[in-house]
């Protein structure tokens, strides 16, 4: 049987040569979808583009006085809709287009792709809409619903290629399937700080270093803010989302959540920046991650 190749390649162009600037983004010879992101300040050129005329979705995105926003919306010609919302929102600066270089999307498709973004968005809580609702799914056959399902899997992995990360899971155990984690080779750790009797566990799976529901963390952020942390920020951005939540003198995990770093996930627990690899020891032993991760490197000689 010949081994099944996961890989995935996205095309990003920019297209005045500029990092900053208008961008398109594909995925060759996978998807029929492109998507196009630009400032507001280049949104003139943008709308004079082909695709921009095409029927698809888009996304809005910005800042208001309570912090980043975002609008999901659908066109039959997508220029049309950013007009409107050029004289009547104020507050994004950012679109991203996102159509098919075929004529395989028509309105039920789009009204299809707007309200399972939209429904995405609201589960995972990681900003606020400007939706007033979520709209309803249209009747689309089973195929028609299997091709979306389909066109919005490139879109959800397109985005964060684009710096677009609100609809990326909150968990890194949320992407694998649970009927495949007892598979998985895990290696636990957990993390005390007595002094203010907190205690937490993780779990080293497949890459993803998972803290653990209910694992404890400081009540606030007391750590360095006078650089903006990116630490700091991702525990604000944690009780935002009610993955950290109230409890006691504490906070509390309300579900796994899979970070990055020992480190980013040490300093989140403690509140403050923390040496995670230090910090974290293999459970029941008094071996530092760092000392197990060692032995783990030595293995490879």
């Known amino acids: 049987m010949t081994e099944t190749n996961k890989g995935r390649s996205i095309e990003l162009f920019f297209i005045d040569g500029r990092p900053d600037g208008m961008l398109t983004a594909i995925v060759p010879f996978q998807w029929t979808g492109h998507a196009l992101m630009t400032s507001r ?30 609008y999901v919306g659908e066109g039959e010609d ?3 809709r950013i007009k409107s919302h050029a004289q009547n929102k104020d507050w994004w600066d950012k679109a991203v287009l996102i159509t098919s270089n075929g004529e395989d999307l028509n309105k039920a498709h789009i009204k299809y792709l707007e309200s399972r973004l939209v429904e995405l968005a609201r589960s995972l809580n990681k900003i606020d809409l400007e939706n007033g609702n979520t ?34 899971p909150n968990t890194g155990a949320a992407k694998k399937k649970e009927e495949n984690l007892s ?28 803290v653990q529901k209910g694992s404890m963390a400081r009540q606030e952020w ?55 690899p230090i910090a974290w020891k293999l459970k029941g032993t008094n071996k530092t991650y760092k000392e197990w991760e060692q032995e783990q490197l030595e293995q490879t000689d």
């Open 222 to 276: 007391v750590g360095d803010t006078s650089k903006k942390s990116s630490y700091g920020k991702l525990f604000s951005e944690l009780v935002q989302q009610g993955i950290l939540v109230q409890s006691g003198e504490h906070r509390i995990f309300a579900e796994d959540y899979s970070f990055n770093s020992t480190s980013a996930a040490g300093a989140v627990i403690n509140g403050r920046s923390t040496a995670g």
């Open 41 to 70: 300040n280049q949104i003139a050129d943008a709308l004079k583009r082909r695709e921009a005329k095409r029927t698809g979705v888009y996304i809005l995105m910005g800042e208001n006085d309570e912090g980043p926003v975002a």
């Open 135 to 168: 709209p309803p799914r249209p009747s689309l056959s089973e195929s028609a619903r299997a091709n979306m399902e389909g066109f919005l899997d490139n879109i959800l992995m397109v985005l964060p290629a684009l710096r677009i990360d609100f609809l990326l």
């Open 78 to 80: 997508i220029s049309e």
């Open 183 to 210: 598979t998985l080779e895990e290696v636990v750790f957990e993390l005390r700080t007595p002094k203010h009797k907190i205690e937490a566990i993780a779990k080293l799976v497949d890459g993803d270093f998972i």
